[in-house]
């Protein structure tokens, strides 16, 4: 197999008629999910382009899906950008990529065309009715090597400039293929779709559905406002699987959404992007006990995860292990002086090699130099390794624990504090739903945030018998919410910008 392409052809000729793709009251069959791909791939091949960045435009859902496979086959790689992002990040992701085509919908089509002038903007219906040239599809697929990228999703730069993170075929392939194994997915699942599709979170549920020959339920964004619409379109669609934010699981128990209903069908929670809170895992865990529950780890630029732990309902947790590695891939610790730790409870950089990792970021060679680099236990022959920025530790059991990232990890009063301590010291107090702590260098002052039924005084009280002082927060400042990125987590940018305007 070298293409993810392969996953959808299998699906389809064992499963041509079954719905592929649940879009509120639309359905796709793999079949007519297929032909529309291969129309878009003659659309975009009879351009004469081929591996070419080509911009999406629109919201999640089975036209974006379209696209992405449609690219797929003329042998270029995909870009979503979301229609919600400000205007000027458009602009530099736009800039960076400098695709030569944007596919958008009646919807945003006004709007592209303020955004990509001078750009070939398409409509996603008016391509899907291109008449499918096997010749093209042919020549592209002979020219096609699995090295080659299948998307760029961007993060947030340190410099304020996002970066294109390259994944190519081979990476999602050997991943997905173990993803799947590993959990058990089979072709009865039906894989509710929670992340953005500009989100890797969403990379696991497109392709394990494609690849399994399952069905891919996407729950509008807007249900994430509305815990018991939410639930109730888990429950009528009857979803096997939820691979989702830790804040997307977070939102149901905060509202006491299990207390509603429960999606009784569910086999398996796959959490990841925060630390998961112990107390909501557990209320999970009570109104699921037949459920399978996963914490899983990795950054973007590894293809998704790299490590995963199966929860013990045996066992207490004061921690959640980020667990053992994917097979096929290598998770290390590194100390400062590039030493690998092997040690348990000594702390370093958690560093990952394989054919998982990514091909860089996108015209960006000083940080690409950065970030990958030849594994330093290693002097003999080339391997990349991914150096994370995130700290962790192995435990007795001998399974890596996450210990934040490098950049949260502050000095304040002489010392040296891990900002997460902080959010678990509050989460560890019962009143406290979600917390979280930021650092405010200008004025070297700590600042907690907290959702939960108890005032200030109090709250300052109960840290004081689990905490030094030095860790305290200057203030407590209570939350009705927290703002969210568009992948799920605690907006910290936000919540600083809030304090500078007087929160």
Known sequence: MYSVLDYLKDATKKNKDKIAVIEEDKTITYENLNNYAQSVGTYIGSKGLFNEPIIVFMDKGIDALIAFLGIAYSGCFYSLINPELPESRVSQISETLKAKI???????????????????????????????????????????????????NFTSGSTGVPKGV????????????????????????????????????????????????????????????????????????KVTNLTWAVSALCLITTFHGLDYKVPKTVKR???????????????????????????????????????????DKNKTYEKLP????????????????????????????????????????????????????????????LENIYRTGDLGFYNEAGDLVFNGRKDFQIKYLGHRIELEEIDKALMDIKEVVRACTIFDEEKSKLYGFYIGNIDKKELHEKLSKTLPVFMIPTKLIPMEEFPMTKNGKIDRKRLMEGLKNGL
């Open 166 to 237: 390259v994944i190519s075929h081979r990476s999602v392939i050997d991943f997905i293929d173990k993803f799947s194994e590993i959990f058990k997915f089979n072709k009865n699942d039906r894989i509710a779709n929670q992340a953005p599709f500009d989100f890797d979170v969403s990379v696991k549920d497109i392709y394990t559905s494609l690849k399994m020959g399952a069905t891919l339920v996407i729950v509008p964004k807007s249900y994430f406002s509305n815990p018991s619409k939410l639930l109730d379109y888990l429950c009528d669609n």
């Open 322 to 381: 980020i667990g053992k590695a994917f097979p096929n891939e290598r998770v290390f610790l590194l100390d400062e002086d590039d030493k690998e730790i092997t040690s348990i409870n000594k702390v370093g950089e958690i560093c990952v090699s394989g054919t998982s990792l990514a091909l860089g970021y996108y015209k960006n060679e000083d940080q690409t130099t950065k970030h990958f680099m030849q594994n330093p236990l290693i002097d003999a022959y």
């Open 269 to 311: 929670i796959i959490f990841s992007g925060e630390v998961m809170p112990i107390k909501h895992l557990n209320i999970w865990l009570e109104h699921l006990p037949k459920t399978m529950f996963v914490n899983i780890y990795g950054p973007t630029e590894i293809t998704c995860n790299c490590t995963y732990h199966i929860i």
């Open 102 to 152: 944007v596919i958008t919908d009646h919807d945003y089509y006004d709007l592209a065309k303020t955004y990509f002038n001078g750009i070939n903007i398409v409509l996603i219906d008016e391509i899907k009715k291109t008449k499918i040239d096997e010749d093209i599809l042919t020549k592209a697929q002979i020219k096609h090597i699995d090295y080659d990228p299948l998307y760029v």
